[in-house]
């Protein structure tokens, strides 16, 4: 199972934005920076954040994006889905059905593996990670 390095650029950039005190906002040059990525490639994962309400542009003389609600409150699954979209990862076509296995067994697996994962992302949220990785500093 694969991410896209979109998804990985988002996860990055949520937690960062949420190490921030809420009322700093941060520009795309210094988040492309930090990430080691083009700011026009990360322009187009930023916008997907603002569009899933994650994050607002805020735009004048100390303009750029910070964190639209409490990191507490934005799990990984809201993150990655908001990114990769919403559709399973596996579907059993139905041209390799036979009579004697009538439904798709492959993919009760592989759908009961999604789900258990996508049950750990969702407990997980970027809140939770900035918590761990101020335990780690000190």
Request: charged share 20%; aromatic share 8%; proline share 4%.
């Amino acid at each position: 199972m694969k991410f896209s390095k979109a998804t990985n650029y988002a996860l990055h950039t949520m937690v960062y934005l949420a190490n921030l005190s809420p009322e700093k906002s941060v520009g795309v040059k210094e988040l492309a920076t930090k990430q080691n990525v083009s700011p026009t490639y990360l322009s187009k994962v930023l916008t997907m954040l603002v569009k899933a309400s994650f994050i607002e542009s805020v735009t004048g003389v100390n303009g750029g994006y910070k964190l639209a609600e409490p990191a507490s409150s934005i799990s990984f699954l809201d993150v990655i889905q908001a990114i990769e979209g919403k559709g399973a990862f596996f579907h059993c076509d139905p041209k390799n059905h036979s009579e004697s296995q009538p439904h798709c067994l492959i993919g009760e697996v592989m759908n009961k593996a999604e789900q258990q994962m996508e049950d750990y992302l969702s407990k997980q949220t970027v809140g939770s990670i900035v918590v761990e990785i101020e335990k780690h500093q000190h």
